[in-house]
C-alpha cells in the first residue's frame, strides 16, 4: 500500500502495533526456549525455597505487624514529597512567588501530618508501652 494513504494518526498506531507485535513474539520466544532447554526432572531439593544456603525451617508464612506497613507508607509519602521539592526547585525562578507560596503551603501541609503521625506513635519502631494510643 502506498504510505500517504495512511493518516499520521493511523501510522502512529500502526507503529505501535508492530512494536506491541514484537515485544510479545520476542516474550513468547524467550518463555517457549525455557520450557523447552530447561530440565524437566523433578526432586525433592529442588522443590525446597533457597535462602541463601541456609536450610529453611519452619513456616514462611506469618503476619508482619502493622507497624511494618505503615511505615512503609509513611516511607511513599515522604519519599514522592522530595520528588515534587526537587521538580519545584528545578523550575522556582520560572513559578516566582506564587510558586513559593504553593510549595510553602505544600510544605507546611506535610510537616502537619508528619507531627500528627509522631504525636500518634507512627513513627515508634520499639515496644510500646501500655498506655500508649496508638496500640
Known sequence: MDPAVFKPWEMELLGWLIYVGMVLGLLAAFLFMAWWLGEKRQARDKDMPY??????????????????????????????????????????????????????????VLLLSLFYIWSKGGLTWGRRSPGNPAD
Not at 525451617?57 to 522530595?82: H, K, N, Q
Request: proline share 3%; hydrophobic share 65%.
Open 51 to 108: 535462602e541463601c544456603g541456609i536450610v529453611p525451617t519452619g513456616s514462611a508464612r506469618f503476619a508482619f505487624p502493622a507497624v511494618f506497613y505503615l511505615v512503609a507508607v509513611f516511607f511513599l509519602v515522604f519519599d514522592i514529597e522530595g520528588v515534587f521539592i526537587f521538580t519545584w526547585a528545578v523550575a522556582a525562578k520560572d513559578l516566582g512567588f506564587l510558586g513559593w507560596l504553593r510549595m510553602s503551603l505544600f510544605i507546611f
